[in-house]
């Protein structure tokens, strides 16, 4: 069992007290934040912190992510989605409730349109630091790869998902942007040879999550997912994916 500290880079919580939006017809389940402490308590993790992360259903809803970092408490970190139009101001009120990212859903939609990438990316870099996540197939990544170079500071969800795309993922890594170990079932190759190649470039530029629920995933998070990390990984290196790269990547 790995009783080491960990930290949930890409966790899910879907309160029915605010607002679901169908994506595609599909509607998820609810999984509160006690849901989540009930899981994560039956596998035994001892997660001491986490991000949030906004899904395709809840739009640009704010509430239910304040709600949720405010009830998880210090060590929780949110990952958002905004308008283009989004103030400054409330950029960093949202900061100041422990959001530290702006998500673009190109894989699932609900999202702020990619063709606001390069501007928005930047400016809440400039403005408090936050970094861009992208959820989207890295099959994609050519036809944007010119607006991401531009950016800061980059997180691909999933590993990328794609065998295919998988070739353009790696270059990106050497520039320094972070990728998540997260939603192993979504992707179709060999996810310990993926994480392999990656940590080899750099040994920061992992995180590791459970991706609970596991929203339209064909499986959900298992121990077998962990320990594919901490079962062939030297102990320094399956503690900097498990935790130290993402408290760096969220400042918390």
Known sequence: MFDKPIFDAHLHIIDPQYPVA?????????????????RVAALHLNVTGGAVVSGSFQGFDQQYLLAALHALGPGFAGVTQIPADTTDEEIISLHKAGV???????????????QHLEKLGKRVYDLVKWHVEL?????QLPGISTTLHKLPKIVIDHLGLSKAGFKYLLPLVEKGAIVKATGFSRCDFDVLTAMRQITAINPAALVFGTDLPATRAPKSFALADLELITKNFPLPLAEKIC???ARALYSV
């Not at 994506?23 to 009930?38: C, L, S």
């Not at 530290?100 to 990619?114: K, T």
């Open 22 to 38: 169908p994506n595609h017809g599909y509607v998820p389940a609810p999984f509160t934040v006690a849901d989540y402490r009930e």
């Open 100 to 114: 530290r990212a702006v998500r673009f859903n190109v894989q699932r939609g609900g999202s702020e349109s990619i």
């Open 135 to 139: 959820y989207i197939d890295s099959r």
């Open 243 to 245: 935790c130290e790269n």
